[in-house]
């Protein structure tokens, strides 16, 4: 049955996410918003739905490994896994934005959160509205920056489906509900599965929120990167991905913090994870500079998906 929770969870998930990412897109559009606005703001906080649900509901049930380990793990699964198989299959060119803003707020970010967890032993209601702040400057300054594109630039905004502007209130609304209750049951059925699963097998509720349930909520990314380089969109982006990582700390941790603050289990946390993290966004930067500039090829694709598999390895033995 634990199984079975796990696959529910995660179908739900997918299709929630999916779900709640068309609804606030249309409603944008309803609202008038800039595509600009829409792909920087509410897209992004919609695609990190999945986590911030499952995140909350392990916080409040007293899983903190769980809720900890799906953000970590996705951040790892992110850069290691998505952007590894992305870049296999076609190279990624990278943009300015990378190296001025989307990086260096990444992995500020993630050793605020190292910090955090190693030094203070949890995310207190405090340090989760710091988190929160910092995510609001991060969009500021994008939204600041995005505000000197063009408009054609600004239509290639990745991630919006424009049929989307002439949908009906009643088609949104009914989107809305279907993704709300779908992500709802899909994190309560993953995490109570997850639970379950690592009790049954003898291993801790770390492991299974990084491998697993990290892979899980990391499903709509890796589809959509793995479509757009099928389809060699140039509008691909490795933003995209920095983006989602930073708001899983930022956003999910820090809004699940203000709600229950996260006190860690030293017997149910590894510092390991935290430090795997970092170790993949300082090697994003330099598999960009060194290898071939301005670029992720296949072989950087390569490397990172060898590290990401023995990071699971590691972990699970």
């Not at 998930?13 to 609202?31: C, D, H, N, Q, T």
């Not at 989307?102 to 967890?117: K, R």
């Not at 992720?296 to 990401?308: N, S």
Request: glycine share 8%; with cysteine; charged share 10%.
């Amino acid at each position: 049955m634990s199984y079975l929770y796990l696959f529910l969870g995660l179908t739900a998930l997918v299709i929630g996410g999916e779900y709640l990412v068309r609804a606030a897109v249309g409603l944008s559009f309803k609202l008038k918003l800039s595509k600009m606005i829409i792909g920087l703001t509410v897209v992004s906080f919609a695609t990190s739905a999945p986590e911030l649900l499952v995140s909350l509901s392990a916080a409040l049930n007293g899983y903190s490994a769980i809720a900890l380990g799906n953000v970590i793990g996705s951040n790892i699964a992110n850069i290691g896994l998505v952007l590894g198989i992305t870049a296999l299959i076609s190279p990624i060119i990278i943009d300015n934005d990378f190296y001025k803003i989307n990086w260096p707020v990444m992995f500020s970010v993630s050793v605020a959160l190292t910090f955090l967890l190693i030094f203070q032993n949890g995310i207190s209601v405090w340090a989760g509205s710091g988190l929160l702040a910092c995510l609001l400057i991060y969009l500021f300054m994008l939204i600041k920056r995005n505000k000197r594109e063009t408009p054609q630039e600004e239509d290639a905004i990745e991630g919006i489906d424009e049929s989307l502007a002439v949908v009906s209130g009643i088609k949104i609304g009914i989107w809305l509900i279907i993704g709300a209750l779908a992500l709802y049951f899909g994190s309560d059925w993953l995490v109570k599965g997850a639970v379950e699963i690592a009790t049954d097998l003898g291993v801790s509720q770390r492991v299974i929120a990084v491998t697993v349930i990290a892979v899980g909520t990391s499903v709509p990314e890796l589809a959509a990167s793995v479509i757009a380089a099928l389809k060699k969109e140039k509008a691909l982006s490795l933003g995209n991905l920095i983006g989602s990582n930073i708001f899983n700390i930022a956003c999910v941790l820090g809004l699940t913090a203000m709600i229950h603050p996260i006190h860690i289990n030293p017997a149910e946390f590894s510092p390991w994870d935290l430090y795997w993290m970092i170790g993949f966004a300082a090697a994003l930067l330099v598999l960009i500079l060194l290898p071939s500039p301005h670029r992720i090829g296949r072989y950087e694709g390569l490397f990172l998906l060898i590290a990401y598999a023995v990071f699971i390895s590691t972990t699970i033995n």
